[in-house]
Every structure is written in structure tokens, then in C-alpha cells.
DNA sequence: ACAAGGTACCTTGTAACGCAAGGTATCGAT
DNA sequence: ATCGATACCTTGCGTTACAAGGTACCTTGT
């Protein structure tokens, strides 16, 4: 299960900041409400630097209410791109599984 | 790209699998039709050596009308069970990407 | 002032699988 | 016997998701 992840995993990172900016183990939480994207810190640090050195999000330390400070996440314009191509990509891949899949559907009924 | 595809290959095999049985260079053409499932021998031999392994197909040497004898593969009773187990897999995880990825388009609309 | 619990971030080594490149073998035609 | 086309195979590499362990900060209680 975790296979299907790499390679989009990232992007999935990148769609949730496209809609604000998160804090690390906010990205932590939110992917893993859901089973199919359930995921660790000891996979989303790596990959936020990773992302952050190709300048694809941008970074800022703030203050917690409570608790240690906070490191803040947003998407940069090259995020953005990176994202809209991963998008073309990801329609593509999907219609090419789902058609060999649904022939499939289509045996077992 | 191919990053996306780990984890899915070896399904898109055993779904074409499920169609009809395949002579090994067969698949790699049938899945090579398809952009985002391009794919090459160096990827689609050791996969079928594994599949062959885990018992998920079973091959059948035949000579061709021309040319070298051709190794047929075909799904096994297990592949077939594994390949269920996939698209139950896959359907979440292609609904939780798509997910994120719709917010997105609504944004950018 | 200090300790403990909770929250937040980080690093490193590991494993799996898709890929490329090079190789061998068989068959038919010349 | 040689050559071209077809078919199969192996091995080393690279990438990324993951787990485990670690450090640091803030609040609360003693």
C-alpha cells in the first residue's frame, strides 16, 4: 500500500497547502484522517525539506499558543506549477489503471 | 512519473491477466500503449519472475508461428484474489488524490 | 527552581520496486 | 554459416516512503 504512495504523496502535500498554509504535524493529521494517505513525521519532515530545497513551498517559524514554536508551510509559484503538471499527470495514470480495472469489473459481474 | 506507477505495475499486469493469458514481450507492448504505463522488458520480466514466485501466475512455454518459443503467463486463483484486494485499495486511494486534488480545482477555477 | 507531560520538529538507515543496459537464445531467410 | 527479428533474462542503480530514535520548547504541578 505504501508503494502506491511514492511519487504522489508529495503532491498530495502540495494540494493541501494550494488551499492554506499548514504547520508540519497539522500535514501529519490531516493526510492521515484519511486510511488511503495515512502517513508519519518520520515521513513528512523528510519530504517538506526536500520540497523546500527544490523551492517548490517556503517556510516560516511562529509562536504556538501553547507548546513549542511552530514551523508554518506555504506553496511557492513553482508549488503551484509543480502541482497543475502532477494534476495532467495524475488524470492520465488514473484513467490508464481505472480502464484496466473496469474490464476487470466488468468479468467479475 | 514512474514513481506513480510503484505499486500499481504489477496490478495493471494481473488485470490484463484477468482478460487473457499473455506472452511476456505482449504485455509490455499492450501496457506500452498507454503513456502512463510505459513501460520496458528490464521492468516487466524480474515483475513476472516475482509474480511467478509469489504464486500469483503460473507460465506455459509455447513454440510461435515464427521465431523464438513464447513463455505464456496466466492468473492464478491467488492473482486473482489479489487483484480484488487491489481495487478496493486502489478506489480509496484514487478517491482520497482526487480529493485533494478537485479542492484544488476549484481554487484555480 | 525543577520535573514531567504534551506538542513539535528532525535525522538516519532501511527496504522495495521501477528502470536501463547489456546479455543470451531461437527461428527463418539468405 | 551468417544475419536480422523476436523473445527472454539478469543485475546494479536510484528514488522515496517509512520507522525508530532523538532533541527542543512550553505549560503545569510540586
Known amino acids: 500500500m505504501s508503494q502506491m504512495r511514492r511519487g504522489a504523496l508529495e503532491y498530495c502535500v502540495l494540494a493541501l497547502l494550494a488551499r492554506r498554509e499548514y504547520y508540519g504535524f497539522e500535514l501529519v493529521q490531516e493526510l492521515s484522517r484519511v486510511d488511503a494517505l495515512l502517513t508519519s513525521e518520520g515521513t513528512i519532515y523528510p519530504l517538506l525539506s526536500r520540497l523546500r530545497r527544490e523551492g517548490l513551498v517556503e517556510t516560516e517559524w511562529r509562536t ?44 467479475t459481474k
Do not use: C, H, M, N
Open 64 to 107: 504556538s499558543p501553547a507548546g513549542p514554536p511552530r514551523k508554518y508551510y506555504r506553496l511557492t509559484p513553482a508549488g503551484r506549477a509543480a502541482l497543475a503538471a502532477f494534476r495532467q499527470q495524475w488524470i492520465a495514470f488514473r484513467q490508464a489503471v481505472d480502464g484496466l480495472l473496469d474490464s476487470l469489473e466488468g468479468e
